[in-house]
T-cell receptor
């Protein structure tokens, strides 16, 4: 298995633009997680899905952030409009279920100018 | 609020020595704990996990200890190697919570 796949690996955009991050979980995994990592705040859980259904989105910073999982093999995290403070590395992770080890993707480094 | 915290943000050890990384958690309802290793430029990688019905679990060169009485978790690395240099995170999971600690940077001195 190729592991969790994220795209793009790097994204540079201007403030106000829409940003879409993509994730393909490991086949057969039922849980998918989106994280944000910054030096100031560390690793923060944004949202997680179980069987394609959002279970807990309490970590989503504000309405500018939205996440979808239309099927078991694909998820997106969208920021609209983006702001400089959204600059961070965004990780996607998947696991067989909520109470198992998570496999992380390589991350997307987002820079908002 | 509930949080996971690490006692030591940085740890330097000599190659070949044993390393101990500590983690305190505050949510007594957490019942599943994981240690992750993150190397520069990469995503966190699973090292070892432990469930609340256990107090010790061993892997290859790593041991996790869980003390539920004082809500303390530790990761022991035997015969630390240069490749162990990374940031280590503990994570606690419960029915309604999933938190990562702030991380400890382990530096192995050759």
């Amino acid at each position: 298995d190729a592991g969790v796949i994220q795209s793009p690996r790097h994204e540079v955009t201007e403030m106000g633009q829409e940003v879409t991050l993509r994730c393909k979980p490991i086949s057969g995994h039922n849980s998918l997680f989106w994280y944000r990592q910054t030096m100031m705040r560390g690793l923060e859980l944004l949202i997680y899905f179980n069987n394609n259904v959002p279970i807990d989105d309490s970590g989503m910073p504000e309405d500018r952030f939205s996440a979808k999982m239309p099927n078991a093999s694909f998820s997106t995290l969208k920021i609209q409009p983006s702001e400089p403070r959204d600059s961070a590395v965004y990780f996607c992770a998947s696991s067989r279920d909520y109470y198992n080890e998570q496999f992380f993707g390589p991350g997307t480094r987002l820079t908002v100018l | 609020g509930e949080s996971v915290g690490l006692h030591l943000p940085t740890l330097s050890v000599q190659e070949g020595d044993n390393s101990i990384i500590n983690c305190a958690y505050s949510n007594s309802a957490s019942d599943y704990f994981i240690w992750y290793k993150q190397e520069s430029g990469k995503g966190p990688q699973f090292i070892i996990d432990i469930r609340s019905n256990m107090d010790k679990r061993q892997g290859q060169r790593v041991t996790v200890l869980l003390n539920k009485t004082v809500k303390h978790l530790s990761l022991q690395i035997a015969a630390t190697q240069p490749g162990d240099s990374a940031v280590y995170f503990c994570a606690e999971t419960g029915a309604n919570n999933l938190f990562f600690g702030t991380g400890t940077r382990l530096t192995v001195i050759p």
